[in-house]
C-alpha cells in the first residue's frame, strides 16, 4: 500500500486491515442492506461505496459483498422497488458477490427465537402497545415488568407457535427479548423481537402472519450471511448493544461486528425516503426518476456520471461526525468529470437572428471547431453556415459599456471556430425587443488574426439556420428554496422552488440533435448536457436535460442577496 493510501485510509478501513494483520479474520464480507421500499438516494450511493469498495480493494484475499434486500416489513415494499435497486447498483459501477432477501430466512429467525425461549430470554407478551409504553419507564425510572415476563418456558413454546399459526389477531400478542428492564438504554429494556402482522409478502406470500423487527433480523442476516463487518449509519449506534445481544444468545454461524459511520446529509436536498415518496405520490416532480430528485435514477437522467458520484463519495469520505455537506461539492465532481470527458457542440437558448449581408442564399460558408480541445486525439468537426445564423440575444447589446467585448453597433466578434464578423445594423420590434442583426463576415479570417485595424477580442457560439434544429431543454434549479429544507418549520413542502423547472425551445446544430438518448455534452458556454434518455429522440425530436451549469452561479447569486 502506497502512503497516500495509507493515510486516505478511513477509521473503517482501518478496522478492518487490524482485523486482517491480526488473524482475527482471513477474509472479508461486507452487505448493503436497502429495504425495498423506495429508490435508492445519493446518501445510499455513500454507502454502496463502501460496502463495495471494500470489497474491491480486498479482492486480493478474497473480499465479498453481498446485496441484500432487507425485506422484513411486508406493509411498505414493492418488486418495483426491488428491481429498481439492482439496476442503480449496477450502474454505479458495482457488482454483488451474492444476491439475497432477508425473507429467505425467516425459519432461521423463528428458529433461533425458540432458542432464546428455551434459554429463558423471550417471552410472550399480551399487554397493548399503549401500555408496553407505559410500563418501560424513562432515563430515571426503571421499567415494570409485565404480568407476563415470567410465564413458564412450556406456556411460551406454546403460544409462540400458535401465533405462527395464525390463531391470535394481528397486534395481540407480541414476543419479546427479556434483557434488562434498568438499562439506561431503551433500546435493552425487553424489546419486541416479533409481531402479529396478516400481510401480504412480495416474496413469501401469506406463508407468515409473524413478522421480526428489525433489531432483532438484521444481526441474524449477518450472521447467516458470515458478514465480518456490518457497516450502517450513526443512528444505529445506540441499537448495537442489542445487535451484540441477538448475536451472543442465539444460535449462529458466526459473529459479525456492527460499525457506524455518519450518513450523508446535502444542502438543498430532503434524503429520506419517505419525504421523496410524498414527493413522488403528490406530483411535486414527475416520478422517482425526476431529474431534481437525489435519487440515483434522477440523477441518471439528469446526466450525473457513475464515476464522477464515485469520486464524490470518496473525497466526502467516511467519519462519525454528523453533518451537511454542501452539494456544490457534489456539483464539482460531475463538472471536472464532464469537463474532461465530455463532447463539445453548439445550442443557442435565446436566439436572436443574424443575416450576414455578404453571404449568398446559397452560400456556405466553412468552419472547423475541436471536438474537445484539450482532446486533440477526438479531432475537429467540420461545420459549415450560410447567410443566416442564430446567436444568443445576450451576446448582443445595443449600447454596449466597454468592457462587453462581444457584439454592438459596428463592433466586431469571432464566430467560434469561424470568420470574423461585423455589426452594421439592427431590428427592434415594437416592445424594444432586439429580432434580428445584419452583419458582414469578413471571409477568410478563420483560423487567423484579425486584420489590421479590427478590434476583435471574444468569440461566441453560433448556430446554422438552414440545418439548425429546434430542441426541447429542460432547465433544472434546485427543487428547494432553503439549505435546509428538513429544519423548515412548515415542513419541508414548504419550501419547493417553484422555478426548478424551466422548459424552453432552443436552435442546436444537426449533430447535436441526432446524439444517441443517453449521451452527454457540453454546449459550448452554455452547460452540461444529456439527451434525456426517456424522451429524446435522435434527429426528430431532441430533448436535452440541462446536467448543471458550466461555473456555479448559484452560489454567487445567492451571496448577493
Ligand atoms: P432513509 O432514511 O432514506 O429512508 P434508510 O436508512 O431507511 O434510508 P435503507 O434502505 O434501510 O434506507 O438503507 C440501506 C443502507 O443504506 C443502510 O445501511 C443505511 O445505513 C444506508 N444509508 C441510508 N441512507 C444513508 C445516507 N444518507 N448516508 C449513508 N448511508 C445511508
Ligand atoms: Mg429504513
Known sequence: MSDAEEKNRDFIREIIANDLASGKHQSVITRFPPEPNGYLHIGHAKSICLNFGIAQELRSVGAKCHLRFDDTNPSKEEVEYVESIREDVRWLGFEWDALHFASDYFEFYYQCAIALIEKGLAYVDEQTQEQMRETRGNINVPGT?????????????????????????????????????????????????????????????????????????????????????????????????????????????????????????????????????????????????DPRLPTISGMRRR??????????????????????????????????????????????????????????????????????PERPEWGARALSHGRELWIEQSDFLEDPPKKFYRLGPGRHVRLRGGDIMKCLSFEKDEAG??????????????????PEGVECRAAIHWVDAATACDAEMRLYDRLFR????????????????????????????????????????????????????????????????????????????????
Open 145 to 289: 415488568p409485565s404480568p407476563w415476563r415470567d410465564r413458564p418456558m412450556a406456556e411460551n413454546l406454546d403460544l409462540f407457535a400458535r401465533m405462527r399459526a395464525g390463531e391470535f389477531p394481528d397486534g395481540s400478542l407480541v414476543l419479546r427479548a427479556k434483557i434488562d428492564l434498568a438499562s439506561p438504554n431503551m433500546n435493552l429494556r425487553d424489546p419486541v423481537l416479533y409481531r402479529i402482522m396478516r400481510a401480504h409478502h412480495h416474496n413469501t406470500g401469506d406463508a407468515w402472519c409473524l413478522y421480526p423487527m428489525y433489531d432483532y433480523a438484521h444481526p441474524l442476516e449477518d450472521a447467516i450471511e458470515h458478514i465480518t463487518h456490518s457497516l450502517c449509519t450513526l443512528e444505529f449506534e445506540n441499537h448495537r448493544p442489542l445487535y451484540d445481544w441477538v448475536i451472543e444468545h442465539c444460535p449462529v454461524p458466526a459473529k459479525p461486528r456492527q460499525i457506524e459511520f455518519a450518513r450523508l446529509n446535502l444542502t438543498y436536498t430532503v434524503m429520506s425516503k419517505r419525504k421523496l415518496l410524498l414527493l413522488v405520490k403528490e406530483g411535486h416532480v414527475s416520478g422517482w426518476d
Open 303 to 372: 446526466g450525473y456520471p457513475a464515476e464522477a458520484i464515485r469520486n464524490f463519495c470518496q473525497h466526502i469520505g467516511i467519519t462519525k461526525f454528523n453533518g451537511t455537506t454542501s452539494v456544490d461539492l457534489l456539483e464539482f465532481e460531475i463538472r471536472a468529470f464532464l469537463n474532461r470527458e465530455a463532447p463539445r457542440r453548439m445550442a443557442v437558448l435565446e436566439p436572436l437572428k443574424v443575416i450576414l449581408e455578404n453571404v449568398a442564399a446559397d452560400e456556405r460558408i466553412s468552419a472547423s471547431v475541436m471536438e474537445h
Open 433 to 450: 425587443q432586439i429580432t434580428e442583426l445584419r452583419c458582414e463576415l469578413l471571409k477568410g479570417t478563420a483560423g487567423a488574426n484579425a
Open 482 to 561: 432553503v439549505e435546509a429544507p428538513d429544519a423548515e418549520e412548515e415542513g419541508f413542502l414548504s419550501c419547493l422552488n417553484p422555478d426548478s423547472l424551466s422548459v424552453i425551445t432552443a436552435k442546436v446544430e444537426a449533430s447535436a440533435a441526432a446524439l444517441a438518448p443517453g449521451t452527454f455534452c457540453q454546449f459550448e458556454r452554455t452547460g452540461y448536457f444529456i439527451a434525456d434518455s426517456k424522451d429524446h429522440q435522435a434527429g426528430t425530436k431532441p430533448v436535452f436535460n440541462r446536467t448543471v451549469g458550466l461555473k456555479d452561479s448559484w452560489s454567487k447569486q445567492a451571496s448577493k442577496g
